[in-house]
């Protein structure tokens, strides 16, 4: 049975120090098991010295980078752990440390820790700063939990936060300007929000791809939804929305 929560082995090595007289530069190394789909292995089981070379590649693929500052949430393992539950990854750890220590020492690392955990749900690693020395100065738990913030609540229906058009990525070229004019007849919807219908692209332009910022401004008025102006006429009458694009450098 998987465990639930995020099962995470973490290693905390030290590098040596870039100076004489400097304070151990301490890392945090993080693996987990594979998302749906992903193979548990990095190498191929048969290749020589495979043990040696799969530690080495897990340790330094879990690797957090010099400069990176972000918890081990909502976002893709750092290197995979062959085990789903806590057990397995004990008894993982204890059958491939000297593999890992090797790997290490090979990179002229020492292993001064390691451990299985469980992460529970709702909680995340706490950041960690490579070096062990967070911004105020203190030392920092590699192996310490925080809080996941909880998710901002959404005000109104999805079609409330649509707030600007989708502008094409592939024809977002450096210095491009123009506008997209739309026509459409607002009506008030059964949800107490204004929307958008037979709504049609009346003027654009650009230096080029002016069809698919056109086609962007299109979606957007026909996806969105609002309180406030522009409020429906009486007589139908469409309103005109103008919209401006720029990209620069």
């Known amino acids: 049975m998987a465990t639930p929560g995020t099962l995470a082995l ?10 004489p007289g400097s304070p151990p530069n301490y890392s945090r190394s993080v693996l987990t098991p594979p998302e749906p789909g992903e193979s548990t292995e990095f190498l191929d089981p048969n290749a020589p ?41 004990r008894a993982y750890l204890k ?14 690392h020492v ?12 909680k995340h690693l706490s950041p960690y700063f490579p070096g062990g020395y967070g911004l105020d100065g203190k030392p920092q738990d590699p192996f310490g939990l925080v809080d996941i913030p909880a998710a901002p609540k959404q005000e109104g229906p999805a079609c409330a936060q649509i707030t600007r058009p989708d502008w094409p990525q592939e024809a977002a070229t450096s210095g491009v300007e123009g506008h997209a004019d739309t026509e459409c007849q ?30 962007a401004a299109l979606d957007f008025e026909s996806e ?26």
């Open 10 to 19: 973490i290693f905390l090595v030290w590098s040596s120090a870039s100076q």
């Open 49 to 89: 010295m495979h043990d040696f070379y799969d530690a080495k590649a897990r340790l330094e693929g879990g690797n957090e980078v010099s400069g990176e500052v972000g918890p081990l949430a909502g976002r893709a393992a750092f290197a995979t752990l062959p085990a789903k539950t806590l057990a397995e990854c």
């Open 95 to 108: 059958s491939h440390y000297r593999f890992y220590e090797e790997a290490a020492e090979s990179a002229g």
């Open 111 to 122: 292993i001064q820790d390691a451990r299985c955990m469980v992460i529970p749900p709702g």
């Open 186 to 215: 607002v009506y008030q919807g059964d949800d107490g929000y204004r929307h958008n219908r037979n709504c049609k692209v009346v003027s654009k332009h650009d230096e080029m791809f002016s069809n698919l910022y056109a086609e």
């Open 224 to 249: 969105r939804c609002w309180k406030g102006d522009p409020a429906p006429t009486s007589d139908g009458q469409p309103h005109l929305e103008h919209h401006n694009f720029t990209f620069n450098d």
